[in-house]
């Protein structure tokens, strides 16, 4: 397995612009979490979801913020409009289950200018 | 979003010498895991240990838990200049909430 792909590697957009991230899995884990990390908040969990329902989006911090999963190879988190403090590497993380381990993707560097 | 605290915040320490992170948290788990950082990549998953052990091994490292104090420990013997990371815990029930992170640095 290729691991937890993430696309973009890197994304600079201004401000006010639509930005989506993309995630796939590994294929057979049921959890996919989207976390944001900042140095100054450090890791965050936005939202996550069990067998592509969400289940607690809490961590979203505004409406701006929309997480998606169709299907159980891929998840969107699309930010509309973009902000500067939503500059963060995005990270999305897969899990087999309850109580195993994540495996996390690269990540997506977010610069909002 | 973050429950706990790791300390210290930062380590340096001499390649061959033991390096040990601590990590407190103040919600139910079931299990406890840590992760390693290398700078500009996702984390690695390095070991999880659950609410009914109290100690686990994996190679150089040892994985302490007590849950009657809510804390952690992570020790790495004989570091490696390889291990400079930072590392982070990572506790819950369901979904894992991260701690703010020891960043190691072993010099060769």
């Known amino acids: 397995d290729a691991g937890v792909i993430q696309s973009p590697r890197h994304e600079v957009t201004e401000m006010g612009q639509e930005v989506t991230l993309r995630c796939k899995p590994i294929?057979?884990?049921?959890?996919l979490f989207w976390y944001r990390q900042t140095m100054m908040r450090g890791l965050e969990l936005l939202i996550y979801?069990?067998?592509?329902?969400?289940?607690?989006d809490s961590g979203m911090p505004e409406d701006r913020f929309s997480a998606k999963m169709p299907n159980a190879s891929f998840s969107t988190l699309k930010i509309q409009p973009s902000e500067p403090r939503d500059s963060a590497v995005y990270f999305c993380?897969?899990?087999?289950?309850?109580?195993?381990?994540?495996?996390f993707g690269s990540g997506t560097r977010l610069t909002v200018v | 979003s973050q429950q706990g605290e790791e300390d210290p915040q930062a380590l340096s320490i001499q390649e061959g010498e033991n390096a040990t992170m601590n990590c407190s948290y103040k919600t139910s788990i079931n299990n406890l895991q840590w992760y390693r950082q290398n700078s500009g990549r996702g984390l690695v998953h390095l070991i999880l240990i659950r609410s009914n052990e109290r100690e686990k091994h994996s190679g150089r490292l040892r994985v302490t838990l007590d849950t009657s104090k809510k804390s952690s420990s992570l020790l790495i013997t004989a570091s490696r200049a390889a291990d400079t990371a930072s590392y982070f815990c990572a506790y819950g029930i369901g979904d894992m909430r991260f701690g703010a992170g020891t960043r190691l640095t072993v010099k060769p």
């Open positions: 993380a897969s899990s087999l289950s309850q109580g195993y381990g994540y495996t």
């Open positions: 294929s057979g884990h049921d959890y």
């Open positions: 979801f069990n067998n592509n329902v969400p289940i607690d």
